[in-house]
């Protein structure tokens, strides 16, 4: 099944960049507008969330922006949201970690879970861009 799904993002890498988009869209959402109302009980403060919900909004642009416009060369704008994505799980992780006296247990499901989501699209992503540089 893997093998299938890393086939058809070869075929057509902009998939991914759409997942992604529409991942990220997810993410600021319930960080901006799910998580803040619910403080109280994942125990990260509303500015941290805010704080957070930047960069999906940046990713978002940048998926959708690469979804929509015809590129001959994918590789390097895979690679780079990829990266971005790494970056930004590092981020979240580094955040909790900050924050770790008032983290709740809900809090860091939320940010591993989203980490983990995270790291396997940014996996694929990775490994679509290196047969890209092979085709």
């Not at 993002?9 to 993410?27: E, Q, R, W, Y």
């Amino acid at each position: 099944m893997i093998k299938r799904l890393l086939k058809s993002f070869t075929l057509n890498p902009k998939k991914l960049f759409l997942i992604d988009g529409l991942g990220a869209v997810l993410s600021a959402f319930l960080l901006s507008v799910v998580l803040v109302n619910f403080e109280s009980i994942i125990g990260i403060p509303t500015s941290s969330l805010y704080l957070l919900a930047i960069f999906p909004i940046i990713f978002t642009f940048y998926d959708f922006y690469c979804y929509q416009k015809t590129h001959h060369k994918l590789k390097p704008f895979l690679k780079g949201i990829a990266m971005a994505n790494l970056l930004y799980s590092c981020f979240s992780i580094g955040l909790g970690f900050y924050h770790s006296k008032t983290v709740t247990n809900l809090g860091w499901t939320y940010i591993l879970v989203e980490v983990l989501i995270i790291i396997i699209l940014s996996i694929f992503e990775l490994i679509v861009a290196k047969q890209l540089a092979k085709n």
